[in-house]
Structure formats: C-alpha cells, structure tokens
C-alpha cells in the first residue's frame, strides 16, 4: 500500500503562487510513477501533470503549461506542483496520485493508471 498526502492548498488572489506537495510512504518512491490532478465542481478529473520515478521526464496539461511546473525529491519522497500565476479557473480540489512501475523513465497522464490517491487539497483562486 501507498499513503499520500497533499498540503500546500488555500486560498490566494489571481496571479499568486502556491505550492502543492504530496509526501508518499509504503513503497520505494523511485518506482512511483507520480502525477497530480484536478476536480472543480461539477466537472470531471482532470490531469494536471506527471512525473516520471527517475524525475528525468514530465508532462503538463496544455491549460497550465508556462504556469506550473511538476517536481520530486526521491530523497524526501515527495512530488510538488509549484503553480505561478493562478487564475481563477484552477480553482478545484487537487489531488495526488501514484502507481507501482518499474518503469522509471516515463510518466503517464491517464487517471485510469493510477492505484493511489491522496485525500485532495483545496486550492480557490479568488478574481
């Protein structure tokens, strides 16, 4: 089994940065395969970035590349999400997500490869 846990989330003004950590345990974090998604009301999960184990490749949806940035520190096994100059449409609950791969050297974007989740962290971004 695999524990997450968010923190970093509140509340800011458009143009503030936050960021979003997601602290793992259970497994060796190297063989986790990380990424980060996103719910607002009424709407369905979105993806918002992947990471690779190795940390060497990532991937961000279109809607937050040149804001976000996605990150790890295998050492501290701990996935951040360091997101710039937030608008009010990022407002949602965001969540950390990982899967078991020995795969260390890609990410994946689908939610439907993902085993683990964390609780979610709110994130508001008032205009």
């Known amino acids: 089994q695999v524990q997450l846990v968010e923190s970093g989330g509140g509340l800011v003004q458009a143009g503030d940065s936050l960021r979003l950590s997601c602290a793992a345990s259970?497994?060796?974090?190297?063989?986790?395969?990380m990424g980060w998604f996103r719910q607002a009301p009424g709407k369905e999960r979105e993806f918002v970035g992947a990471i690779s184990g190795f940390g060497s490749s990532a991937g961000l949806a279109d809607s937050v590349k040149g804001r976000f940035t996605i990150s790890r520190d295998n050492s501290e096994n701990t996935v951040y999400l360091q997101m710039n100059s937030l608008k009010p449409e990022d407002t949602a609950v965001y969540y950390c997500?990982?899967?078991?791969?020995?795969?260390?050297?890609?990410?994946?974007?689908?939610?439907?490869?993902?085993?683990?989740w964390g609780q979610g962290t709110q994130v508001t971004v008032s205009s």
């Open positions: 997500a990982a899967f078991f791969t020995y795969n260390r050297r890609y990410y994946y974007t689908s939610n439907e490869r993902y085993d683990y």
């Open positions: 259970g497994r060796t974090f190297g063989n986790l395969a």
